[in-house]
């Protein structure tokens, strides 16, 4: 129960402060993963039954022995072995002490860092009535980023995913389970009848850490992926392994692509944990992700499997993610950067902020600041979570083409706080141990979450290259110097940057003088206070994509008094008819919208509260129906006054 298992994790952090310290470093953690039927416990831990418990190793004072205890009908069976697994293989009591490590400075290491060791008992029933493997085919990619690999197929354990036990003939669930993290599961129901083991394509986890994700076919109705096995009485077959294959046929996929559901899953599995590693409060909303062996790059009907391309929306409160599977076209579900970049856009959505326009983008492209960082965090946050640079898109026939890039080494043109390809490396850059250049950090990922889900996320400003830093500095302002000279190689200003980008003084390629200047990247406006002349142009839009930097103007300002204020916005020069329109946000939420169809000015009333504010600007036109007769160059005067209390 959240509860419960909240109140565990305060019991452990007491661990930090340990009488006798002798040394206080900045510290390793364990995690502890008990599976259901067992507890681990040693002098000051409890980690009960299906928690995920949190112990901080930071002094040289530690000393716990951390033993199993079985529940009834169950039995230890050793602590699982796999990198950064402590005391894997042994089934003696867990034993880490490091008074050892004072003088030792490769000892001392193992404290002073952000690593992360797991703690995980291997608990099974005494006398399983049906227990088994669970696996799925992983199709790697090239190593030389030129296709899909499908000489090199890989079977990979389904980990984390909802497992039954069903009755045959009439498919009632005699028990539920959870795969463990090396596919095994177990079941003690027992039956005379026949039964089959069912995988759902799904993670699901109530309490804290907290997740709801599915694998779904949005063709057939958003049906559940699942897995089936053969029907047979216990007694016939107690030792079931299910695995899902490929369906590659040799040149091509000749059969169902049932491993497909769950590469998904699993390269989600993954990225997520990497979170519970930092975050072990995390509550993820549910996620539905749609992949069919239809979705194709043709624009259409969603539920005829024309998606267009791999994306991420939320409708109302409902989060989708979906995900192109058409042989021949493109495959996504092994193109794990791809996959990983939109879950990170759903988890800007739902756990941050993203104040995105959205809409196409490329590397080198001018982009509105907001879509230029979501985008590049999509990709920098993506290779951090993977602990791989290498962006790698395989698509075309036979899945043998494809278009890659690295975090560290790709081409930029166009660099700046507008450019999706300089936030996606310093992203990295602030991540990764390979100081190059500028890049003299080495951060790991707890600092990047924490500004995105910190100041970041409640910033009055709007979502940014310009945010994120300031977020980040606010957290650690012993940064600054070193995150200076990062930006400055990006050409962002790094001097005492804040959420505004104020003392920003670098230009795009293109940029013009005086009004029509990219610069400031927010105007000021007073409110009461007189006009501030704005511009929507389309310059920097040369594909008339609605969504480069210069389409729309953002302008801060401070509301006073909380009360009913009007919003006018006013044609003076450049494209008749360009129906000026805005939105006034309140930390990212539209508190005001003037979006009615106006040939030259615009004009709305709203009740906004005291504090900072933005007000965005743009040409309906430039943004909605860029190239059409209407759209072009205009400038345009605000205006926002008191109209009542």
Same mark, same amino acid.
């Given at each position: 129960?959240?509860?419960?298992?909240?109140?565990?994790?305060?019991?452990?952090?007491?661990?930090?402060?340990?009488?006798?310290?002798?040394?206080?470093?900045?510290?390793?953690?364990?995690?502890?993963?008990?599976?259901?039927?067992?507890?681990?416990?040693?002098?000051?831990?409890?980690?009960?039954?299906?928690?995920?418990?949190?112990?901080?190793?930071?002094?040289?004072?530690?000393?716990?022995?951390?033993?199993?205890?079985?529940?009834?009908?169950?039995?230890?069976?050793?602590?699982?072995?796999?990198?950064?697994?402590?005391?894997?293989?042994?089934?003696?009591?867990?034993?880490?002490?490091?008074?050892?490590?004072?003088?030792?400075?490769?000892?001392?290491?193992?404290?002073? *860092?952000?690593?992360?060791?797991?703690?995980?008992?291997?608990?099974?029933?005494?006398?399983?009535?049906?227990?088994?493997?669970?696996?799925?085919?992983?199709?790697?990619?090239?190593?030389?980023?030129?296709?899909?690999?499908?000489?090199?197929?890989?079977?990979?354990?389904?980990?984390?995913?909802?497992?039954?036990?069903?009755?045959?003939?009439?498919?009632?669930?005699?028990?539920?389970?959870?795969?463990?993290?090396?596919?095994?599961?177990?079941?003690?129901?027992?039956?005379?009848?026949?039964?089959?083991?069912?995988?759902?394509?799904?993670?699901?986890?109530?309490?804290?850490?907290?997740?709801?994700?599915?694998?779904?076919?949005?063709?057939?109705?958003?049906?559940?992926?699942?897995?089936?096995?053969?029907?047979?009485?216990?007694?016939?077959?107690?030792?079931?392994?299910?695995?899902?294959?490929?369906?590659?046929?040799?040149?091509?996929?000749?059969?169902?692509?049932?491993?497909?559901?769950?590469?998904?899953?699993?390269?989600?599995?993954?990225?997520?944990?990497?979170?519970?590693?930092?975050?072990?409060?995390? *509550?993820?909303?549910?996620?539905?992700?749609?992949?069919?062996?239809? *979705?194709?790059?043709?624009?259409?009907?969603?539920?005829?499997?024309?998606?267009?391309?791999?994306?991420?929306?939320?409708?109302?409160?409902?989060?989708?993610?979906?995900?192109?599977?058409?042989?021949?076209?493109?495959?996504?579900?092994?193109?794990?950067?791809?996959?990983?970049?939109?879950?990170?856009?759903?988890?800007?959505?739902?756990?941050?902020?993203?104040?995105?326009?959205?809409?196409?983008?490329?590397?080198?492209?001018?982009?509105?600041?907001?879509?230029?960082?979501?985008?590049?965090?999509?990709?920098?946050?993506?290779?951090?979570?993977?602990?791989?640079?290498?962006?790698?898109?395989?698509?075309?026939?036979?899945?043998?083409?494809?278009?890659?890039?690295?975090?560290?080494?790709?081409?930029?043109?166009?660099?700046?706080?507008?450019?999706?390809?300089?936030?996606?490396?310093?992203?990295?850059?602030?991540?990764?141990?390979?100081?190059?250049?500028?890049?003299?950090?080495?951060?790991?990922?707890?600092?990047?979450?924490?500004?995105?889900?910190?100041?970041?996320?409640?910033?009055?400003?709007?979502?940014?290259?310009?945010?994120?830093?300031?977020?980040?500095?606010?957290?650690?302002?012993?940064?600054?110097?070193?995150?200076?000279?990062?930006?400055?190689?990006?050409?962002?200003?790094?001097?005492?940057?804040?959420?505004?980008?104020?003392?920003?003084?670098?230009?795009?390629?293109?940029?013009?003088?005086?009004?029509?200047?990219?610069?400031?990247?927010?105007?000021?406006?007073?409110?009461?206070?007189?006009?501030?002349?704005?511009?929507?142009?389309?310059?920097?839009?040369?594909?008339?994509?609605?969504?480069?930097?210069?389409?729309?103007?953002?302008?801060?300002?401070?509301?006073?008094?909380?009360?009913?204020?009007?919003?006018?916005?006013?044609?003076?020069?450049?494209?008749?008819?360009?129906?000026?329109?805005?939105?006034?946000?309140?930390?990212?939420?539209?508190?005001?919208?003037?979006?009615?169809?106006?040939?030259?000015?615009?004009?709305?009333?709203?009740?906004?509260?005291?504090?900072?504010?933005?007000?965005?600007?743009?040409?309906?036109?430039?943004?909605?129906?860029?190239?059409?007769?209407?759209?072009?160059?205009?400038?345009?005067?605000?205006?926002?006054?008191?109209?009542?209390?």
């Amino acid at each position: 129960m959240p509860s419960q298992q909240t109140s565990i994790k305060n019991r452990l952090r007491p661990l930090a402060a340990l009488a006798g310290c002798l040394l206080l470093l900045s510290g390793c953690k364990i995690l502890i993963q008990v599976p259901p039927g067992a507890r681990v416990v040693s002098d000051n831990v409890e980690c009960t039954a299906g928690a995920i418990c949190e112990v901080d190793v930071t002094t040289t004072s530690f000393s716990e022995a951390f033993t199993v205890e079985p529940e009834p009908g169950y039995q230890f069976a050793g602590w699982r072995k796999a990198g950064r697994h402590l005391c894997g293989g042994s089934t003696a009591a867990c034993a880490i002490d490091t008074s050892g490590f004072v003088g030792q400075p490769a000892l001392l290491a193992f404290l002073d *860092n952000d690593e992360i060791f797991y703690l995980a008992p291997r608990i099974v029933p005494a006398n399983p009535s049906v227990s088994g493997k669970l696996t799925y085919d992983r199709v790697p990619q090239l190593s030389n980023g030129r296709g899909l690999d499908y000489n090199n197929i890989t079977r990979m354990p389904i980990r984390g995913a909802t497992v039954q036990l069903l009755r045959g003939f009439d498919e009632q669930i005699l028990q539920e389970t959870r795969s463990d993290a090396d596919g095994a599961y177990a079941f003690t129901a027992d039956s005379s009848d026949e039964v089959f083991v069912r995988v759902r394509a799904e993670l699901l986890r109530q309490g804290t850490p907290e997740w709801d994700l599915s694998v779904r076919d949005n063709t057939q109705g958003g049906a559940l992926y699942v897995l089936d096995g053969a029907q047979a009485t216990i007694d016939d077959a107690a030792q079931r392994n299910l695995h899902a294959p490929s369906g590659w046929g040799g040149s091509r996929y000749t059969s169902e692509r049932r491993a497909a559901p769950f590469a998904l899953l699993d390269t989600m599995y993954g990225a997520q944990m990497r979170l519970v590693e930092i975050d072990i409060d995390i *509550n993820l909303p549910p996620l539905k992700v749609f992949w069919s062996e239809n *979705n194709s790059t043709a624009a259409g009907n969603l539920a005829d499997g024309d998606i267009a391309t791999s994306f991420y929306f939320r409708e109302a409160n409902e989060s989708a993610l979906y995900v192109l599977g058409k042989q021949d076209n493109d495959t996504d579900e092994y193109d794990v950067h791809i996959v990983v970049h939109e879950w990170i856009h759903y988890l800007e959505d739902r756990i941050s902020r993203s104040d995105s326009r959205g809409g196409p983008h490329a590397e080198g492209d001018i982009l509105d600041i907001r879509l230029a960082f979501s985008e590049g965090l999509g990709n920098g946050l993506a290779a951090v979570l993977l602990d791989n640079p290498w962006y790698v898109d395989t698509n075309g026939p036979g899945q043998q083409g494809s278009f890659s890039f690295s975090m560290e080494s790709a081409a930029r043109f166009n660099p700046g706080w507008f450019s999706e390809t300089s936030v996606q490396a310093l992203i990295y850059d602030l991540y990764d141990s390979n100081n190059d250049g500028a890049d003299t950090l080495a951060l790991g990922l707890r600092p990047i979450y924490h500004a995105l889900t910190g100041a970041h996320k409640t910033t009055p400003a709007l979502t940014s290259v310009f945010s994120f830093f300031d977020a980040l500095l606010q957290n650690s302002p012993e940064l600054a110097g070193p995150v200076s000279n990062m930006l400055e190689a990006e050409r962002i200003t790094g001097d005492l940057i804040d959420a505004y980008g104020s003392r920003e003084q670098y230009r795009p390629s293109g940029d013009r003088n005086g009004t029509r200047s990219t610069l400031p990247v927010y105007r000021d406006l007073s409110v009461n206070g007189g006009a501030v002349e704005v511009c929507s142009q389309t310059h920097l839009d040369p594909f008339d994509e609605g969504n480069k930097l210069g389409v729309g103007t953002l302008v801060s300002f401070n509301v006073p008094t909380a009360g009913s204020y009007e919003v006018s916005v006013e044609r003076t020069s450049g494209q008749l008819g360009s129906d000026p329109d805005f939105a006034v946000y309140a930390n990212g939420q539209t508190v005001i919208s003037g979006l009615t169809i106006a040939g030259d000015s615009e004009s709305m009333q709203g009740r906004l509260n005291v504090g900072p504010h933005v007000l965005d600007v743009f040409g309906y036109y430039n943004t909605r129906e860029p190239g059409t007769n209407n759209a072009g160059d205009a400038c345009y005067s605000v205006t926002i006054e008191s109209s009542g209390s």
